[in-house]
């Protein structure tokens, strides 16, 4: 199978290169400038989409592994399967909305969403109950420019299309939430699966987040206060390891799923590359989620991800 992905040059881009090489797909690795053996594509200029339109002729799949949120890369790619790691809501439910007739897309690829994703679907329930999805990420990692600067554009937004039907700020709601690195406290972030998962279900699902420093954590609570500070978050030095963890809850029934490992980046490149696989393989003809793409048992068995389930009968 032949693979188009743009922003190979990124810390999750090139780990989605790789991965799928190891699976033994043909890639093509794409970025904004020319390279041997690289095609030049920037998704931010008409040129680029232009080029675009051309490559996603020769590919199954497509990743947009670039960080940019534009809807017309789903037309551009018309033929071929979106993979999108996109992280932000309303782009996404924009992609689902307006996807071309007939166009493959997996919505919010990676670790969240993507395995929150799936995590969330497994925990099963019935419409009116409340998820809860715990995130913490490695405050220690170093990661790519796209992913600080999203974290530090939610300071000051409201999340879109949250589950309470009311304006949620980012970053000013609290709760303590159990994971894989004990009880600790998170705060209300915008990942979308409230979006993906919850609203077609019929489910409240809410998102927290935290890092695996709890002074990095309290100042994402500091900038949510007041948001002209997200500088901070954007030059704060990286306190803390490279550990993660996610933390799917079924409040009714106490269900959990817990899923740890190293390596934000390299974790999201993995699960992206095997989605990106799984995609393909299924020839995906409509907007779909990790979840319709990949098992939680699939996931398990990717090399460096620990899932645990409590609760279930």
């Not at 299924?282 to 990717?302: C, F």
Request: glycine share 14%.
């Amino acid at each position: 199978m032949r693979v188009l992905v743009l922003g190979g040059r990124g810390s999750v881009g090139k780990v989605i290169v790789e991965e799928l090489r190891t699976i033994g797909h043909e890639v093509t690795p794409a970025g904004r400038s020319a390279a041997p053996g690289w095609a030049q594509v920037d998704v931010t200029t008409s040129h680029g989409m232009a080029a675009l339109r051309n490559l996603a002729h020769e590919h199954r799949v497509v990743v947009n592994a670039t960080g940019a949120e534009d809807p017309g890369i789903a037309a551009a790619v018309a033929g071929a399967i979106l993979v999108d790691i996109s992280a932000t809501a309303e782009y996404l439910d924009e992609l689902r909305r307006n996807a071309p007739v007939g166009t493959g897309i997996v919505l919010g690829a990676g670790l969240v969403p993507g395995l929150s994703t799936i995590m969330l679907t497994a925990l099963g329930g019935h419409p009116g109950d409340d998820l809860d999805l715990a995130v913490v990420l490695g405050g220690g990692e170093s990661h790519g420019t796209a992913a600080v600067a999203w974290t530090a554009n939610l300071a000051g937004r409201p999340l879109y299309g949250p589950p309470e039907g009311q304006r949620i700020m980012n970053f000013r709601e609290s709760r303590r939430l159990p994971g894989a690195f004990g009880l600790r406290r998170h705060v209300r972030a915008d990942f979308p699966d409230h979006l993906l998962v919850g609203a077609p279900r019929g489910q409240s699902v809410r998102t927290y987040l935290a890092t695996d420093s709890r002074g990095s954590t309290a100042g994402l609570a500091v900038v949510g206060r007041f948001p002209r500070l997200r500088g901070l978050v954007q030059h704060a030095p990286h306190l803390g390891g490279n550990g993660w963890s996610l933390t799917a809850l079924h409040r009714e029934s106490g269900r959990t799923i817990t899923a740890r490992g190293r390596g934000q980046s390299r974790t999201t490149g993995v699960i992206t590359a095997h989605m990106a696989h799984a995609a393909g393989r299924l020839r995906v003809d409509r907007p779909v989620t990790a979840a319709d793409v990949l098992t939680l048992d699939e996931v398990q068995r990717i090399a460096g991800n620990h899932i645990e389930k409590r609760g279930f009968q």
